[in-house]
């Protein structure tokens, strides 16, 4: 029951006080899936273990994957934490790096410089290339933090052709054109073994990401992104949290780009163009920024893109795909990914914002036990603060 009183300064009395009928209404149930349910979610969560685990072992599997397309595989897994370390500064700050590359290469020419001259076991290069990768980011963002948008975009892309053009051509610390040899670690020799290694490091940047959004430091970026005037009204440091950004995402990258090169049998400076900057960004944009999943699976198929070898597997092959690009319309597999990525990107912005992420959120949270609704995750405009000009 509830009662409205008499105005102040005047005694309520029983004629003086309303009576209101009190309405309860149903509680509103809570969604739990049926057992049968429980049961589908749980074939589809094995059937993503069995892709990811049992497939690259050749486990319980129909096919018979080889060194190279383990290789593949390995080159998946560095791109997602590449692709999740570029979502800290994108999606995280609205703030884009187009070169990124130079991080990758000097986290990987840093691990193998200390293997290969220094005899520096793996586990302690790849911390170390961590930390260079992380110095390196702080000393560019200390510089350029006064400039925003799209002049610390060009900065970002200028110390990339600096990186390309000097620091990878010093003979003693990268090998020139000849590159640098690197062997995977101790028990972790064969391809397999090795992808299985990435795949520890996948969960741990998955962890340390997901970590960091839940803390203040995190919360505190995510505000940068919709308005960095708002945000320093309220007490935020733009330029020290953004200086955060840039070199945990200059970690993440140079540890990726430490596990790429034990993952190569040999690295060279020409591996880490510009035009593999493009693609970090591209497959981030298109995976869905803010969104892990997304991104994870964004940068899986760009990696797998990557000299065409998406196109060669059984799949493709059964109907000709690499026939008709190379011999059919002239197209290079090698050149797919420039030429794909963009349309796809067109894609992301005009039909689906959210990207990937928008397009597996129904299935995502129908994974998680949530009820099965289309419209999860749907993005109607695409943020302009995402990228700040």
């Not at 790849?126 to 963002?141: E, M, N, R, T, Y």
């Not at 400039?147 to 110390?159: H, I």
């Not at 693609?279 to 995976?287: A, D, H, P, Q």
Request: glycine letters at 12%.
């Amino acid at each position: 029951m509830s009662a409205v009183q008499a105005s102040p300064g005047k005694e309520a009395s029983a004629e003086s006080t309303l009576v209101l009928p009190s309405v309860v209404g149903k509680p509103k149930s809570r969604f739990r899936p049926t057992t049968a349910g429980w049961f589908a979610r749980g074939l589809a969560w094995a059937a993503l273990a069995w892709f990811v685990f049992a497939v690259p072992g050749n486990f319980l599997s129909p096919f018979d994957l080889h060194g190279e397309d383990i290789g593949h595989l390995i080159t998946a897994a560095v791109f997602v934490i590449i692709g999740l370390s570029l979502n800290i500064l994108i999606g995280y700050t609205g703030t884009i790096s187009l070169g990124h590359q130079a991080f990758v290469g000097i986290g990987a020419f840093m691990a193998a410089y200390m293997e290969v001259d220094l005899g520096i076991d793996f586990w302690f290069a790849v911390p170390i290339a961590a930390i260079v990768g992380g110095v390196q980011a702080a000393v560019l963002g200390a510089i350029s933090l006064r400039l925003t948008g799209l002049y610390f975009a060009l900065v970002t892309f200028a110390y990339g052709v600096f990186t390309e053009e000097s620091i990878f051509g010093i003979i003693g610390f990268t090998g020139g054109d000849a590159g640098k040899a690197v062997t995977r670690p101790m028990g972790f020799q064969s391809p397999t073994a090795y992808y299985y290694l990435c795949l520890g490091f996948v969960v741990v940047v998955l962890w340390l990401d997901w970590r960091l959004t839940r803390t203040k430091g995190g919360r505190a970026l995510q505000a940068l992104r919709e308005n960095p005037r708002v945000a320093s009204s309220y007490g935020i440091n733009v330029k020290a949290y953004t200086l955060l950004a840039f070199v945990t995402s200059g970690v993440f990258a140079a540890v990726a780009g430490a596990l790429f090169a034990h993952g190569k049998d040999l690295i060279v400076p020409q591996n880490f163009g510009f035009e593999l900057a493009l693609s970090f960004i591209l497959m981030t944009v298109v995976g869905g920024l803010r969104n892990r999943a997304g991104v994870v699976i964004g940068s899986v198929f760009f990696a797998l893109m990557e000299g065409g070898w998406l196109f060669k597997t059984w799949l493709f092959d059964t109907v000709g795909v690499d026939w008709l690009l190379e011999d059919g319309i002239g197209l290079p597999l090698s050149f797919v990914p420039l030429v794909l990525g963009p349309i796809l990107l067109i894609l992301t912005l005009t039909t689906h914002p959210g990207g990937i992420g928008q397009q597996i959120a129904p299935i995502k949270e129908w994974m998680l036990g949530r009820k099965f609704d289309i419209h999860t995750g749907k993005v109607r405009d695409v943020e302009v603060t995402d990228v700040r000009a």
